[in-house]
C-alpha cells in the first residue's frame, strides 16, 4: 500500500519467491504529486502491473493527469492532459540482467515516482497550444484575438482585401 509520503512506492520483493508469471496490478490516484516546478498536476492515477519474470521483474505502467499551463500564443491558463506508458525491467542485486537495468533494492520497495515523473514529462508537448486554432495576440495591442478582434486586426483584413 502506498504511504503519502512516497505515494508511488511499493514493495515488489514479494515476487522475488514466487513462480515466474506471478503479477499483480496496484492502482494509484495521488494529488500530492509535483512533476516540476512548472508543471503542478491536478492529480495523478495510474496502474502498475509487476509481473514475475524469469529476469526480474517487468513493471508496466499507465498513467495520467492534466496539469494547468500557458498557451504560448494567446498566454491563457489551460488544462493540458498528460497520458504515459512505461515498461521497466527490475532485477533482483543477486541476478543482475545489465549494467543499465534497474535493481530492485534489498527492501524490495520500489519508488515509482521518479519513473512516473520521467514519462509525464517526455509527454509535455513542445509547443503548449490551448487549441489547435489559437489566434494568439495582436502583434501591435495585445489583444487576445480569440476573444475579440482588434482594431488592427480589422484594418489588416480591409489592407489584405
Known sequence: M????????????????????????????????????????????????????PQGVLAQGVFQTSVTTECVRCLDEYQQFLRADFTELFSYHSHPTTESSMVIPEDGNVDFAPLVREYLLLEVPIKLLCREECRGLCPECGENLNLTTCEHQSQMIKNES
Open 2 to 53: 502506498p504511504t503519502t509520503r512516497y505515494p508511488l512506492r511499493i514493495n515488489i520483493g514479494f515476487l522475488q519467491n514466487q513462480p515466474v508469471g506471478t503479477s499483480r496490478e496496484i492502482h494509484f490516484e495521488t494529488p500530492d504529486f509535483q512533476l516540476a516546478e512548472e508543471f503542478k498536476p491536478t492529480e495523478v492515477k495510474g496502474l502498475i502491473r509487476v509481473s514475475r519474470t
